[in-house]
């Protein structure tokens, strides 16, 4: 489906989140309404953004006139929303992550294609000028062959009661780690706990297998006496490091060299430090503008519903693993 104009979007979901995407549609000139059980929400978008039609009720926003919709809903809700946005013709923008289940996941993408319709997941990770500058550091070849990811996403933050600290923090990272690999882990191996006591996963780590012999490493925790937010990538030739903090991100490149002793033992030598440039904007503008952009073209976001599905495949591996003391093979998790 191609279009010549600016797409009718409409938001689901006005909690915090929901908030953010509403502002940022909105200023890209694309809000055209919002659905929220809150009456009061309600209220207040209206009062904010006048121009924008409100919905109690998910029925009545699927016989407005929209081209998309973006879900910003519990993700338990994700797979039902989606199917129902896709079947009304919406094209679909789905918070992360994409489901809860990877049968889910498979159907979704499915009934997309079917459909014709663009699905995309709000991985705005993706999205950020200081990660796409690292990419694009990598795909030139600054650090070499590409052998190890490290992502570490840490803090004394917020606890959630409906998921573990693997499926609230670690979609980020695995998102990232996908992106630069381009590929799918071959096997996993995982160790969630919950430090309060009770189901829920408080710290969470899982080591990853790639082909090629590559392979990653996630720590995710919000019981931490430090905010981390950090992604190393381990090349041949050089180290990157990719930070984010209330300040701002930033992306460092050690360069190294590789070589031997007098005796034939290996050595090691930093060559020089830099700093990665790029020009600061906003993520999930940018995330937005590449949803726009897939509606309009007719084309998949970096974000697509199957990267989307990559990611909730690595997830639930190790979910898996962290139950069994052996590592856990995708294959049964692999797109049918």
């Known amino acids: ?118 699905l995309c997941v709000g991985h705005q990770l993706l999205y950020h000028p200081a990660f796409v500058a690292l990419r694009e550091a990598i795909r030139a070849g600054e650090l070499g062959e590409i052998r190890h990811i490290r992502s570490q996403r840490c803090s004394l933050g917020k606890l959630r009661s409906r998921e573990s600290v693997w499926w609230s923090f670690a979609p980020h990272d695995l998102a990232v780690i996908l992106s630069l690999y381009e590929d799918e882990p071959l096997s996993v191996a995982a160790s969630h706990s919950s430090v309060r006591g009770g189901g829920a996963a408080d710290v969470a780590y899982a080591d990853f297998v790639f082909p090629h012999g590559r392979s990653a490493h996630v720590t995710a925790s919000w019981l931490d006496d430090r905010k981390l937010q950090v992604t190393q990538v ?33 050595t090691i030598e930093r060559l020089s430090e830099r700093l990665v440039p790029y020009q600061p904007s906003e993520p999930l503008k940018n995330e937005l503008r590449a949803f726009i952009h897939a509606i309009v073209h007719a084309t998949p976001a970096v974000s697509s519903g199957r990267h989307g599905l990559s990611v909730l495949r690595a997830l639930s591996m190790a979910d898996c693993a962290a139950t069994t003391t052996d590592p856990i093979e995708r294959t049964e998790y692999q797109l049918q």
């Open 1 to 118: 489906m191609m279009m010549s104009y600016a797409p009718r979007i409409g938001v689901i979901g006005a909690g915090y989140w929901g908030l953010q995407l509403i502002r940022n549609c909105s200023e890209l000139g694309v809000l055209a309404a919002v659905c929220d059980s809150g009456a009061g929400r309600l209220e207040a978008i209206t009062a904010q953004y006048p121009q924008c039609a409100v919905y109690q009720h998910l029925e009545a926003l699927w016989r407005a006139s929209l081209d998309a919709v973006v879900i910003a809903t519990p993700a338990e809700t994700h797979a039902e929303l989606t199917h129902a946005a896709i079947s009304h013709g919406k094209h679909v923008l789905v918070e992360k992550p994409l489901a809860l289940r990877v049968e889910d996941g498979i159907a979704m993408v499915e009934h997309a294609r079917e459909a014709g319709v663009q």
């Open 234 to 266: 381990f090349g041949s030739r050089g180290i990157a490091r990719f930070a984010d903090s209330r300040e701002g991100a930033t992306v460092t490149i050690s360069d190294v060299a590789i070589g031997t002793d007098d005796y034939g033992e290996p």
